[in-house]
């Protein structure tokens, strides 16, 4: 089984004046095609860095990352930039507050030089109905969207460029819980339809359940644990794994059976 | 422009200024038209009306040579105008590109603009101005050229700071995992989120280019004679203080409705735009 994007003894260290950080410790693993990688850890585990060097923002101290089998250099190609995209955490500043959302999408098929020039307000067109928006979204600015909205435009960009990876940094987290399901609804549709690899990272362990394949725990730079989701939550191997399942909030008994009474009305209704 | 409207309504001072600076600029866009004596902006002498008080035909009174004082404040004004604008015009651009390319590249890019800019804002302003002024000849043209020399290195402050801080933005992010080029992040991401402060202290700052100018001809400096400057005519008139009062109140309050017009308007604007403070 050889990785998408493969990662061998990369490391990550920061000078901070005399001081030397190291955010990420001799860290190996695969993302195989297709699947949703999740990487949990708390803040401070090296895991947002893993993103930024897989986007190549920075390149790792030590180490290589491979994609289908070619080792990035320090300097992004624009064709690897086009493989692998981004959603942030917060769209409200992710989106140009001063660039309307039609621009914002339109960048990316500018810079990569996808479809002809007049199809590209098309293309933005079906972008925003792929992510369930209205095409005439195009002209608004992201100050007139709400939070979900907003998202989804985001999600749309990380799409514009036709990626086969999107690294998903904590894409929910910004949101209230009910717009939280239906952007994970949507992720994974997409994933589905276009056959996109996630990375996901996250510290919502109830999210990594819902999405998630795979699970690599990290923490203090250090890859701790890497499994099925199904075998991480039933049998973790590493103490660090068994506390941050441990301090999920449990569900209690009363309330699955509350949330499977509302859902069934929910149903009967719709 | 809704919004506009309601805040130029609440607060009088902001519709002041909008009114005050109208008038100058309406003033000196046709002076032509309004001056009762065109022809006074020039060398003209009219000894049999020389040095009179405020009186009809002469609003603002006549000066030594007995030209209409209120005639040449407008074209003193179009003057005026005319420096700050074409100031601005140069000094703005190469300003504010330079805040942005130091603030956004970093590195020795960023530590070689910023020093050189430092070097240029240790030194008093109107000293830097007049040193240059007193190099070069006293024309027009190299009154503009010590004053936009003196501008430049505050808007490169002001958008060096903001590029900082827009810089940590997601969207800043965004474009760079998109593989947009610098050109694109610098002029086209990060440059719209800087105008609304640009806008409004280049408002600000055309009150204090007339202010600078009309300095540098009070001291001889500036614009020579005889092309209408309120600084000139305020120096002028100084030596007939306080007999011949209107020689020198009227340019200077001519002076003062500039300045504190641009204020207020660059005032309004900041609200208007919603600038950060």
Redesign the interface.
């Not at chain 1, 500043?93 to 660039?99: F, V």
């Given at each position: 089984m050889t990785g998408l994007l493969s990662l061998r003894n990369v490391s990550k260290v920061f000078t901070l004046g005399q001081r030397e950080i190291r955010a990420v410790d001799d860290v190996s693993f695969d993302v195989v095609e297709g699947e949703c990688l999740a990487i949990v850890g708390e803040s401070g585990s090296g895991k947002s860095t893993i993103a930024n060097m897989i986007?190549?923002?920075y390149p790792p101290s030590m180490g290589t990352i491979a994609w289908r089998g070619d080792v990035l250099p320090a300097r992004?190609e624009?064709r690897h930039?086009?493989a692998?995209?981004?959603v942030?955490q917060?769209p409200l500043?992710?989106?140009?507050?001063?660039?309307s959302v039609g621009a914002?999408l339109r960048?990316?098929l500018d810079?990569?030089g996808i479809g002809d020039r007049s199809h590209r307000a098309d293309r933005v067109a079906r972008l925003l109905e792929e992510v369930g928006l209205p095409a005439d979204f195009m002209n608004r600015s992201p100050a007139a969207l709400s939070g979900g909205q907003r998202q989804r435009v985001?999600i749309a960009?990380a799409l514009a460029?036709e990626s086969d990876l999107v690294v998903l940094d904590e894409p929910t987290s910004a949101l209230d819980v009910l717009v939280q399901a239906r952007v994970l609804k949507l992720l994974a549709d997409l994933r589905d339809k276009r056959g996109l690899t996630y990375v996901f990272i996250t510290h919502d362990l109830s999210v990594v359940r819902n999405i998630a394949d795979r699970v690599a725990v990290f923490e203090k730079g250090c890859l701790r644990e890497l499994g099925t989701t199904e075998a991480i939550f039933a049998n973790p191997q590493h103490a660090y794994t068994r506390r941050l399942i441990a301090a999920v909030p449990v569900v209690a008994d009363a309330e699955v059976a509350l949330r499977n009474r509302l859902m069934e009305n929910d149903d009967a209704a719709a | 422009m809704k919004r506009a409207a309601y805040i130029l309504v609440r607060n009088p001072l902001s519709l002041t200024g909008v009114i005050l600076i109208a008038l100058v600029v309406f003033g000196a866009l046709f002076a032509d038209l309004i001056a009762p004596f065109p022809e006074h902006r020039g060398a003209v002498v009219d000894f049999a009306n020389f040095n009179k008080p405020p009186e009809w035909p002469y609003l603002f009174g006549t000066d030594l040579v007995g030209r209409d004082l209120f005639s040449r404040i407008l074209y003193a004004y179009r003057i005026s105008l005319l420096l700050g604008v074409v100031v601005l015009a140069i000094a703005v651009p190469i300003g504010v590109t330079i805040g942005l390319v130091a603030g956004y590249v970093g590195g020795w890019v960023e530590y070689v603009l910023m020093r050189i800019t430092d070097v240029f804002l240790s030194i008093p302003p109107l000293v830097l101005a007049m040193s240059m002024m007193g190099l070069l000849e006293p024309t027009l043209t190299n009154g503009m050229l010590a004053v936009t020399a003196m501008w430049w290195p505050w808007y490169t402050r002001l958008v060096y700071n903001l590029t900082r801080s827009e810089k940590e933005e997601g969207y800043v992010l965004a474009a760079e995992v998109i593989g947009a080029s610098r050109a694109h992040t610098i002029f086209r991401e990060i440059l719209p989120n800087c105008v609304p402060s640009i806008v409004t202290k280049m408002t600000l700052d055309l009150g204090f280019v007339i202010l600078i100018a009309s300095s540098l001809s009070f001291l001889g400096l500036g614009v020579q004679p005889p092309t209408p400057d309120l600084g000139s005519m305020v120096a002028d008139g100084a030596k007939y203080l306080p007999d011949s009062w209107w020689l020198t109140v009227f340019p200077g309050l001519a002076i003062l409705v500039a300045v504190f017009g641009f204020n207020l308007l660059g005032d309004a604007l900041r609200d208007i735009l919603g600038v950060d403070q």
């Open positions: 986007l190549g923002i992004r624009l930039r086009r692998i995209q981004l942030q917060n500043s992710s989106l140009n507050p001063r660039r914002s960048l990316p810079v990569h985001a960009r460029s | -």
